[in-house]
């Protein structure tokens, strides 16, 4: 199947970081040209005059099947919010697994993000949903202490089963998840990392999140909680931490040095008041790879790449008093190339080059807040003035799965109907 997308702007993302006028051809699930008109027969034709192609985005950070709760846990406190959420956890089904994922992956979607990294468990029901909805799932089982835990059997163990029996499903990439210092101990935390560099499956796990978890960890181990898991030799280049809000130079330094990356979830951390803002300019200066992710629905409300993007950006400048940080260009690479490099794929996405998969969204270039729209400003206009609701179609590893803001995937009136069963059952308790 040979897919041409006809005379657009096109925001390559490449190393040149190049905006050019032209096609981009799909052939399967790949890009075999970018930029020169193709003059071949196609069997899918798409006409793109005046909008925008860009690569799709990826989401680092997030727990999809929670999507179904949101609105429930709003204006508390951390500790309140914890309390309410970990007692709804233990009563999920699958079934509201499966439509709460569903729900999330429409969302995303139809926002522009073809890839999205997961922490929480029973990722195999997830696993399955997002299959159906047809984009990109790095699904982290969340590993932790098993006196800590809901999960039926060890959590590590529950791991490496889900990892074998997923391995090898396309747009399914299984990984591990670490839940955090406070309930991870060391055997733990060594083991989930031997894991993940046995299999070579991503690592994504809560770090530094608020000023508490610091402190305590510190009072019990005698370091930070960044310095602890250097120490005992779990972070590594697969590893992706999220929030990173809390940290010291010395800690910035340890990371960049075994090459993670973070994902900084600014509007979730801004919703819950934790305080702290991630130190973006270090992690740079320091080697550490910056990505996005927006958090779960109950702790940010959407998963919209786009609004993160803007804030992230404009939370660095406030904090920072200094709008010259996090640029556009910059911004654009954290929820693109970078997040690409972040679950290990900068081969095959977060660009517009031949050999990538086709990971592609369309945005409508005639949208009034994208104009004027010309390649000095598109950017720019991309990072600052752009929506979700400028989607018009989404293509993941070839797949079309938005055409013309549409979800071409799931039943999404059955998904919206039942989502608000869900929510009754779920916290009207």
């Known amino acids: 199947m040979i897919t041409a997308i006809r005379n657009a702007w096109i925001v390559t993302q490449d190393a040149s970081r190049r905006i050019i006028r032209g096609d981009v051809v799909v052939d399967g699930e790949r890009i075999v040209s970018v930029g020169p008109v193709y003059d071949g027969t196609a069997d899918r034709e798409i006409d793109a005059t005046g909008d925008i192609v860009m690569p799709g985005m990826i989401n680092t950070h997030t727990h999809v099947a929670m999507s179904v709760m949101k609105g429930v846990v709003d204006d508390l406190t951390f500790p309140d919010f914890l309390d309410k959420v970990f007692r709804i956890d233990s009563d999920r089904t699958d079934e509201d697994l499966d439509i709460g994922t569903k729900l999330g992956c429409m969302e995303m979607m139809l926002g522009g993000t073809t890839t999205f990294m997961d922490l929480y468990y029973s990722e195999d029901v997830i696993a399955k949903a997002t299959k159906q909805a047809g984009i990109r799932g790095v699904l982290c089982w969340c590993v932790l202490d098993q006196e800590c835990t809901t999960q039926v059997g060890n959590p590590l163990q529950n791991c490496r089963n889900f990892h074998d029996r997923f391995k090898d499903e396309r747009k399914i990439i299984p990984g591990v998840g670490l839940q955090g210092v406070y309930v991870c101990n060391e055997e733990t935390c060594v083991g989930a990392k031997e894991f993940s560099d046995k299999v070579g499956a991503p690592m994504n796990l809560h770090l530094s999140e608020t000023r508490g978890e610091v402190n305590d960890h510190k009072k019990k181990t005698g370091m930070r909680p960044a310095e602890w898991l250097h120490h005992i030799g779990a972070i590594g280049p697969r590893s992706v931490a999220a929030h990173s809000a809390w940290l010291t130079q010395r800690e910035i330094r340890l990371m960049g040095e075994v090459g993670m990356s973070i994902s900084s979830c600014p509007v979730s951390n801004m919703k819950l008041a934790t305080g702290g803002v991630a130190p973006v300019p270090e992690f740079i200066q320091n080697g550490v790879n910056v990505s996005i992710g927006t958090d779960g629905n109950t702790t940010n409300n959407t998963l919209d790449m786009f609004a993160e993007m803007k804030s992230l950006g404009l939370l660095q400048k406030s904090s920072r008093w200094d709008p010259t940080v996090a640029t556009a260009q910059e911004l654009l690479d954290f929820a693109t190339v ?63 799965v938005v055409e013309d803001h549409r979800v071409t995937t799931l039943d999404t009136e059955d998904v919206l109907s039942r989502s608000e069963d869900m929510w009754r059952s779920l916290c009207l308790r």
């Not at 270039?365 to 003035?385: H, Q, T």
């Not at 989607?391 to 070839?398: L, N, R």
């Open 338 to 400: 970078n997040g690409a490099r972040a679950i290990g794929m900068q081969d095959s996405l977060g660009s517009i080059e031949p050999g990538k998969y086709a990971d592609i969204v369309i945005l409508d270039g005639k949208a009034p807040n994208l104009r004027p729209l010309l390649p000095e400003n598109m950017v720019a206009n991309i990072v600052y003035s752009g929506n979700s609701l400028n989607v018009k179609t989404v293509m993941c590893q070839g797949d079309i």
